[in-house]
């Protein structure tokens, strides 16, 4: 290859990968073509590019923008994927295709930048996406405020119930008088 279209897919790769911590690694080669295309539309709907790299490039890029080194993820044919919501429900997404397709691999991926093996990306999988994470959260602050309210309205309600019989019994008792 020469050096000018070595850097132009270089360029090119650079573009692609501007701001881009989170994406997955995998290995489509032994996917059928059907599979793959049918795999990259159905993805593609759904926000998720797929890209077919040169190894020695993508170690480049990444370099450049300070992402752990994915070595061991880089050996072999490599597609880098990224998009979706985020990296949780990307990586459950593949995991789940690489359940459907047999063939496709995952050797790994990157997470704000940190690296992940394969392992790694189906533990991510399996936790909780942002916007659960979110709810929870807002779960764990409302919390505090509703036993609060259950509280003071508690005796509170019992009070005026107590009043409210009382009241009504003097009622009865007066018009029997």
């Avoid at 994470?133 to 602050?141: D, P, V």
Wanted: avoid cysteine; proline fraction near 2%.
């Amino acid at each position: 290859m020469s050096k000018i279209v070595k850097k132009m897919m270089l360029d090119s790769l650079r573009d692609k990968m501007e701001g881009r911590r989170d994406f997955l690694i995998l290995d489509v080669s032994r996917v059928d073509a059907i599979a793959n295309n049918e795999l990259r539309l159905e993805l593609a709907q759904k926000g998720i590019t797929l890209l077919g790299v040169k190894n020695r490039l993508l170690q480049v890029v990444l370099r450049e923008g300070k992402i752990e080194s994915l070595d061991d993820s880089l050996k072999g044919p490599s597609t880098v994927v990224w998009g979706g919501e985020d990296i949780v429900g990307l990586s459950r997404e593949i995991t789940a295709w690489a359940k459907k397709i047999e063939g496709l691999e995952i050797k790994g991926g990157s997470v704000d930048g940190q690296g992940v093996d394969s392992d790694g990306v189906k533990d991510i999988s399996n936790g909780p996406s942002r916007l659960e994470l979110i709810g929870q959260i807002a779960g764990l602050i409302l919390s505090p405020g509703a036993s609060l309210a259950g509280a003071l309205l508690g005796p509170g309600g019992t009070l005026s119930g107590q009043m409210k019989s009382l009241a009504d019994k003097d009622e009865e008792n007066g018009d029997a008088a």
